[in-house]
């Protein structure tokens, strides 16, 4: 085995895991992958509920597939009804709101909150094919809804909390959405983030809204428009919580999440119902190597396909219990997070790197206060984990026990495809080792060929797995062009990666114009437009630029309107920061704005963001300039860092 630092799984975790060595571990690849039809078909039957079996396991007619067409199942049943026989007083969420208030929520308990909702829903004249947008904080009853919605066949949208009313809207029109389902606000560092205001905004702009359920959380005062807005507690006054589940296709679309793509355009990933949820819970035993008295935490906002797949989806359909917190890591001090794991004896602790980089910076004596023995596997995810954060992890938080899955996938994989399975897999540091059965991911060069060892190159996949993405909500030819133009046949990650000659992949980050800022996803163009929308912007220019804690930083190059009259940059800088987490969302907003006369372009007029990312981050221009038109540009770019 090469490479300086390698872990091998404890004796003792790998003696108890579902698969407990390298041996099981291939022995499951060579099974998927000889036959995958009889593997995947054996998974779906071990780990789903159906109320009709499939006729076929899958049908690939690349870029589209199908899984388990003509079966019949529904989400919401293999979530919360399944297991009310076996595991009906089982913790299914142990909640903690940011203000300290608790809540324990059974299976049981989780399955007259849906039922009760869902008919709630039914009555509103809403079912199987209808669209709604979930928009609302932290709380068991943003799992409801989407469990509610599941359970009739509504296909949801979630919108993270932290989007504006804008970049809401921009959703609710795609998504043709005539449902949306939000809160007065949510509590995030001891303040109020009003989310029904911003429905408002959003909602005034959008007719086909039909209904907006309104949970009551903060009590902050909201404007309730009479026959649009309910509140929720209102509705469900005197409602049954008896609903059946819809049996519904296992192709019957589930969600749409929005995700950024190189384009100014959202786009929205759709994933369908059955093979999401084999696939989900599958890697809850791979990966997690959940087990009946886990607790498991996923520290993700559900407003991401992380909470989608691995707080809600995944280990609900796995029985497991699950961790919910609603607020910042750093409220009322920087031990919450360890405060919430010794309260709930936490044995899974999932997170993301950029959060573990902020823990770091506050030092060892916020986690070395509390009790986290409870802790028996740590995971990563979102963006490469570096060798100080792993190690750090590792040892602070994991006390050199827990074994660390970095897990790699995408909103557009539906879950994990690269990750160690801990019980089996060495670890390496920053790796995330080996694909997961039946994921037949290479590094090929542009010819599609793979690389020979140690070399780089973009990651593929080369045959459909469950939980795929399906298609482009609205825009089937986007989908084809962004993830099967390249190399057809096979899915085109948008990300670079290297494999070592022990066969471990290493993720190298996107090789297209798709920003990783605090491990959230941002396309330059996002941006770009959203500044280009501001009266004094003539264009823009958008880079991401290495950051300590965030991973990477927006960085904006901009050119101003003749006669904009603004000369004072620094407020201006200022106005465009605020302009651009106005219409996409705070998490976006800006580090830094530098002003320019003009931007460096190629003679066909594309914005040479390549350059722009080398002066961000090296202040120099060493790459290949023959095609710029003005190299005058790129000096003064580079040089102006240094007046700075
Ligand atoms: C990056 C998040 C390295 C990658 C689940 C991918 C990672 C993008 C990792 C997807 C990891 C995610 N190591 N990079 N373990 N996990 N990424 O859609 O660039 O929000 O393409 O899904 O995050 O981000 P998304």
């Known amino acids: 085995m090469s490479g300086t630092d390698v872990f091998f799984p404890p004796t003792e975790f790998a003696g108890s895991a579902h698969v407990g060595s390298l ?48 079966a019949k199942t529904n989400a919401a049943y293999n979530c919360v009804d399944r297991h009310l026989e076996t595991r009906g007083d089982k913790a299914a969420l142990l909640f903690e709101g940011e203000p300290g ?90 303040k109020e983030v009003r989310l029904k205001g911003a429905v408002d905004e959003a909602v005034a702009d959008c007719p086909g809204v039909k209904c907006v359920v309104v949970l009551r959380r903060t009590g902050c005062e909201v404007t309730m428009a009479a026959g649009r807005d309910h509140w929720w507690h209102e509705l469900e006054e005197g409602v049954s ?14 969600f749409v999440l929005y995700t950024s793509g190189t384009t100014g355009k959202p786009k929205g990933i759709l994933h369908t119902t059955g093979g999401y ?3 989900t819970t599958c890697t809850m035993k791979w990966v997690f190597d959940l087990k009946e008295d886990d607790v498991f935490w996923c520290t993700a ?64 004596e916020y986690p070395n206060r509390h009790d986290l ?68 991911a290479e590094v090929v060069d542009f010819h599609g060929n793979p690389v020979a060892a140690d070399g780089e190159g973009f990651l593929i996949v080369k045959r459909p797995w469950p939980s795929m993405i399906r298609t482009i909500w609205g825009d089937p030819q986007r989908f084809e062009q962004q993830y099967f133009s390249r190399m057809p046949g096979n899915y085109f990650t948008g990300d670079a990666a290297r494999r070592d000659a022990d066969g471990y992949f290493w993720i190298l980050g996107r090789v297209d114009d798709v920003m990783n800022v605090s491990g959230h996803r941002l396309s330059t163009m996002e941006v770009e437009s959203a500044l280009v929308r501001h009266p004094a912007v003539a264009e823009a220019a958008v880079v991401g630029k290495p950051h300590e804690i965030t991973g990477q930083a927006v960085c904006c190059f901009v050119t101003l309107k003749q006669g904009s009259g603004s000369n004072d940059h620094h407020a201006l800088a200022q106005e465009l920061r605020q302009w651009v987490a106005h219409e996409i969302g705070a998490f976006a ?31 120099t221009v060493t790459g290949d300039v023959t095609t710029l038109e003005d190299l005058g540009v790129v000096t003064k770019l580079a040089a102006q860092h240094d007046e700075d």
């Open 373 to 440: 023995s409870s802790l028996r596997l740590l995971g990563s995810v979102g963006e490469p984990i570096n060798p100080a954060a792993w190690e750090w992890y590792h040892r602070v938080i994991g006390k050199g026990r827990c074994p660390i899955v970095d897990t790699w996938w995408q909103t557009e994989t539906g879950g994990i495809l690269i990750s160690p399975m801990p019980g089996a897999v060495p670890l390496k540091p920053g790796s995330g080792t080996f694909a997961m059965p039946g994921i037949l």
């Open 589 to 619: 907003r800006p580090e830094e704005i530098r002003f320019s006369e003009t931007l460096p372009k190629t003679r066909s007029g594309k914005i040479m963001r390549r350059l722009l990312r080398e002066i961000v981050t090296s202040h």
């Open 241 to 254: 919580d008896e609903c059946p589940a819809e049996a519904l296709d296992a192709e019957h679309p589930l």
């Open 101 to 190: 208030d608790r809540r324990t929520i059974t299976y049981r308990e989780l399955h007259s909150l849906v039922g009760r909702f869902a008919n709630v829903l039914k009555a509103q004249g809403f079912k199987a094919g209808d669209r709604s947008v979930i928009y609302m904080p932290m709380v068991p009853e943003a799992v409801v809804a989407m469990l509610a919605c599941a359970r009739l066949g509504i296909t949801h949208s979630v919108v993270f909390g932290g989007f504006s009313a804008e970049a809401l809207k921009a959703r609710i029109q795609d998504l043709e959405a005539t449902l949306v389902l939000t809160a007065d606000g949510g509590w995030r560092r001891g």
């Open 301 to 364: 906002d559900i407003g991401w396909v992380t909470g989608h797949s691995y707080l809600v989806y995944g280990p609900l359909a796995a029985g497991a219990t699950c961790v919910m917190y609603e607020g910042a890591p750093d409220y009322p001090a920087w031990d919450r997070w360890w405060d919430v794991v010794e309260r709930y004896k936490a044995t899974i602790l999932y997170t993301s790197p950029t959060a573990i980089r902020a823990l770091i910076k506050q030092g060892e």
């Open 277 to 279: 949820l084999t696939y």
């Open 23 to 70: 041996e099981a571990y291939r022995d499951l690849c060579r099974r998927a992958e000889e036959d995958p039809e009889g593997f995947w078909a054996g998974m779906a039957e071990q780990e789903v509920h159906w109320f009709e079996k499939w006729h076929h396991v899958f049908e690939w007619n690349p870029p589209f597939v199908k899984w388990f067409a003509g």
